[in-house]
């Protein structure tokens, strides 16, 4: 008699089941079937590995190149007259198709060449409409591309408008073409940055003179579910690394939101000039 057989007549033997039937070593896997059910036992089942949820990686707009996608989109927002007066900026009258809203979303604030501009957002009135353009990198090897099409965008006459564009985002994209061996077609533009005369009227009155502060102050705009531009970077490294877009796409939400708001400063700061006299 096995050994399983002799475990499987004691089992039943403390029952009180009486006698069992000798089992012979040829019916073991059945005496072994036995055994598991007195034990309570049941055959381990492997589980069916779950598919991975799919991950979101759409993103809006086209893609004009390999690695470089195009958005744009059209807004009712604000009407400026033909021709606005920046003596605020200590500038003269400004022709408004000239006009060019620039603000830039980057892979960090560490400077030197390691940082690049993965995002470059413009906005412009043509007609009554405002215009946002937005060049997104998707992938690094695109960044000539990127450089090549936005300098495509910009005429000898073009006046950029930006909020601490002197300081940031005009050095470091000059430092991108340099970088790139492409000749910089910023250099010579007439620049209207709005930091500066933001900080001549209100320093003394806001508690800062950041770009919310400002469109809060100003344009009455509160920021919802608004993705800080602190968090950029990691959004576009996240998309780069096979992550999810969600936040890419939250990113350009936030440009957007910017040139809205630079656009909207702009004619604010006008208005006042026009108040005063």
């Not at 499987?8 to 033997?13: K, S």
């Not at 004009?64 to 807004?75: D, F, K, N, Q």
């Not at 564009?165 to 970088?179: C, H, I, M, W």
């Not at 998309?239 to 939250?250: E, K, N, T």
Request: hydrophobic share 40%; proline share 6%.
């Amino acid at each position: 008699m096995s050994d399983l057989a002799a475990r499987l007549r004691g089992l039943r033997a403390q029952a009180g089941a009486g006698q069992v039937p000798t089992v012979s070593t040829t019916n073991s896997v059945d005496a072994r079937e036995q055994l598991r059910r007195l034990l309570g036992l049941r055959e381990r089942q492997t589980p069916v590995p779950r598919p991975p949820a799919p991950v979101d990686r759409a993103l809006p707009g086209d893609e004009i190149a390999p690695g470089l996608r195009y958005t744009e989109h059209w807004h009712a927002w604000l009407q400026p007259p033909a021709v606005i007066d920046a003596s605020f900026a200590r500038m003269g009258a400004l022709q408004t198709d000239r006009l060019l809203c620039l603000d830039t979303e980057t892979t960090g604030l560490a400077g030197g060449t390691g940082t690049r501009a993965f995002q470059i957002g413009v906005g412009d009135w043509c007609g009554e409409r405002f215009r946002i353009r937005q060049l997104t990198l998707t992938t690094l090897s695109a960044e000539t591309t990127l450089l090549r099409t936005f300098a495509s965008w910009l005429a000898a006459d073009t006046v950029l408008v930006s909020y601490n564009g002197k300081s940031y985002d005009v050095p470091l994209l000059a430092t991108r073409y340099r970088l790139a061996r492409l000749p910089n077609p910023l250099a010579g533009l007439a620049h209207l940055d709005l930091l500066h005369p933001m900080r001549r009227r209100y320093r003394a009155v806001w508690p800062n003179c950041r770009l919310l502060t400002a469109e809060r102050q100003l344009l009455g705009i509160i920021r919802e579910n608004d993705l800080p531009g602190s968090e950029a970077p990691r959004a576009w490294l996240q998309y780069l690394r096979g992550g999810s877009a969600r936040d890419l796409r939250r990113v350009a939400e936030h440009n957007a939101q910017d040139l809205r708001s630079l656009a909207g400063l702009l004619l604010r700061l006008a208005e006042s000039v026009d108040a005063a006299q």
